[in-house]
């Protein structure tokens, strides 16, 4: 019995809010409320402060000369982390890696949210055939499989003997181009609804332009599925970075990323002696995309009016 | 019902044209090759294996004689393996199952019973503690869980064997076969099972609790039900709808092979094998795998839809 007095509690309607606030408002006060995801974003900024501001901090340098002498300590007092095989700071480096996976990241995910917002905007408002082409070519690359994809290109790329600079831009956009079609399909659903409304008769009573009226006036409508899917578009990002480049296929040294500093665990003896090498760049890719995936859920509450607790 | 299947099925034509277009293209424009990148052959052999394996024809026939020979049954010539492609996938295929399936079980066990659990007692400590593992390990990269368990389990504690499938150098028959499988079997199993279940309780925590929101449940408790009835009878019945389109969704995990997960553990999986593959540059079989899962992504997608026909006759009524 007291089960059930507990469950109407919960279903209880909030009472209207008095003034008529903008969606994003309403949507960053409900986020507010979330401990858990201000937790997350909290641990975010922390984990972006560490990478980008960290390295100012660090007595070593990603210029240092390699000191042999150095090499394979366990952590010390000098070195937080210990030292690598050619005495490098593993601190460090763990900072600088982090730079290079949330660059990833979000690239990636700014690539997903341009091809796949624009897309799914083009599919719906347009219909037609245009629909029909878009719509297809979104279930052909949804049925490919990323990971086997991902990692053929990435030995490719190998093949292909690409400077490694240049070559994290190609990852990025790689695992940006792949996850596009989900984000595609969520857009066009909404604005196969969206146009149908009012303020859509308004606009082509003003004559607005095709172009302006899905960028000004049905894409910002969509702005808060956007937000979400991007976020965790992040998360799912740093995964696929740091797996490819533990196989070697994706981000390569001499640039280090998470991923390919964990890779040393392949060699068996610093897998099983130098935990150190290998547990800090996992246990940070690990906490970055657990806060987002948990900031993402709580903006999903917060943007989505029905599951509003 | 039959027409609906008919043309379901028939729907997913165009994908899959498009779909094996697109991996046929990849493969012909990456550079390298399984002869070009094996010192040991000689000029004469090489230009003769290029001939053979048609590696110099032009991307159209290339196409051709690759979807002649997928619509016999025949996905090609794995030049690493020495056999084909098809038996090499059906050789491996199997221990990924055994692998995948004893993950499937045991994560759509444990996903039902803590999410019905969690969405039960929503909000309580017990939810709380929930949400957060289920993000933790929806977090977690795979290659990592399965390194950190290997140190852990099978080289500090030394419970578990490292990898493989079986005990090299002992040949055992019988029982004393399965059990040493099971062994090695176990790592890998928890792994995959803790990736898997993160998603698995989200979804059935979510799907309960639109359930216990509604009507028909507060009827039944108002009828004096015990309230283990209510939510098990009751709630979770209409909770699993959903869920059982899901069940396609999974048809190609199945029989993927955890790449990842196989190569770490050493098991000698499909997933695994396509990694192998990509050292060797072994196109067909690379070629193979991949349409191969592609094949069944499209046909999960089917069953899912056509499931969800099954269970809600609000879909069939369309």
């Not at chain 2, 990924?96 to 019973?113: E, F, H, N, Q, R």
């Not at chain 2, 009835?229 to 909770?239: D, E, P, Q, S, W």
């Amino acid at each position: 019995m007291s089960e059930a007095v507990v469950h109407s509690n919960s279903v209880n309607a909030k009472p209207p809010t008095k003034k008529p606030a903008s969606p994003m408002r309403l949507a960053l006060r409900e986020m507010r409320k979330n401990k858990f995801a201000m937790a997350g974003l909290i641990v975010l900024v922390l984990m972006f402060l560490f990478c980008f501001i960290g390295p100012m901090f660090s007595p070593y340098s990603m210029d240092d000369a390699m000191n042999i002498r150095n090499a394979n300590k366990a952590p010390s007092a000098d070195h937080w982390m210990g030292t690598d095989k050619v005495g490098r700071d593993v601190l460090l480096r763990v900072m600088v890696a982090g730079q290079t996976s949330l660059m990833v990241g979000i690239v990636a995910m700014l690539v997903t949210v341009a091809i796949g917002s624009t897309l799914g905007a083009i599919s719906g408002y347009y219909r037609g055939w245009v629909d029909t082409i878009i719509m297809r070519l979104a279930d052909i690359i949804m049925s490919i499989p990323s990971l086997p994809v991902l990692i053929i290109l990435g030995a490719a790329l190998s093949e292909l003997k690409m400077d490694p600079a240049n070559r994290i831009y190609l990852v990025m956009f790689l695992i940006g181009f792949l996850s596009w079609p989900s984000l595609a399909r969520l857009v066009r659903g909404q604005i196969l609804m969206l146009r149908e409304q009012e303020f859509m008769q308004a606009a082509e009573v003003l004559g607005l332009r095709d172009r302006r009226k899905i960028f000004r006036h049905l894409l910002p409508n969509t702005v808060p599925i956007i937000i979400v899917v991007g976020t965790l578009a992040v998360a799912g990002g740093i995964l696929m970075e740091s797996v490819l480049s533990f196989l070697g296929l994706g981000v390569v040294p001499p640039t280090p990323s998470w991923g390919n500093m964990i890779s040393a665990a392949n060699s068996m003896i610093e897998f099983q002696k130098r935990p150190w090498l290998w547990i800090p760049p996992g246990v940070c890719i690990f906490i970055t995309v657990v806060s987002i995936n948990i900031m993402g859920d709580g903006l999903r509450d917060a943007l989505d009016p029905k599951s509003k607790r | 019902m039959t027409t609906q299947v008919i043309r379901r099925l028939l729907q997913t034509i165009p994908t899959l044209i498009g779909v094996s277009i697109v991996l046929v293209l990849i493969f012909h424009l990456i550079p390298g090759n399984f002869v070009d990148s094996n010192p040991t052959i000689s000029k004469e052999r090489a230009t003769e294996l290029k001939e053979m394996y048609g590696l110099n024809d032009p991307v159209h026939i290339k196409y051709i004689k690759w979807t002649q020979g997928v619509l016999k049954g025949d996905l090609g010539y794995s030049i690493s393996h020495k056999q084909p492609v098809t038996t090499i996938i059906d050789r491996y295929v199997w221990n990924s199952v055994l692998i995948a399936g004893a993950v499937m079980v045991l994560s759509w066990i444990i996903a039902i019973i803590v999410g019905v659990f969690s969405a039960v007692r929503q909000h309580s400590f017990f939810d709380g503690v929930i949400t957060f593992l289920v993000f933790a390990v929806m977090s977690l990269p795979s290659f990592f869980l399965g390194l950190l368990a290997i140190k852990l389990f099978a080289v500090d504690m030394r419970i578990f064997p490292i990898g493989g499938m079986t005990t090299t150098g002992a040949n055992y028959e019988g029982w004393a076969h399965v059990w040493d499988v099971l062994e090695h079997m176990i790592l890998p199993v928890i792994v995959l099972t803790a990736l898997n279940v993160g998603g698995l309780t989200r979804y059935f925590r979510t799907s309960m609790l639109d359930v216990i929101k509604q009507d028909f449940i507060r009827t039944a408790r108002a009828k004096g039900l015990k309230e283990r009835t209510v939510i098990f009878k009751h709630a979770l019945r209409n909770a699993m709808i959903p869920a059982i389109t899901l069940l396609g969704f999974e048809i190609p995990s199945l029989f993927a092979g955890a790449m990842i997960t196989e190569s770490i553990f050493n098991w000698p999986g499909i997933g695994g094998v396509f990694l192998d593959a990509i050292t060797a540059r072994d196109y067909f079989l690379m070629l193979g795998y991949t349409f191969f899962i592609a094949f069944l992504t499209i046909i999960g997608n089917v069953v899912a839809d056509l499931m969800y026909r099954v269970v809600d006759p609000r879909v069939r009524m369309k």
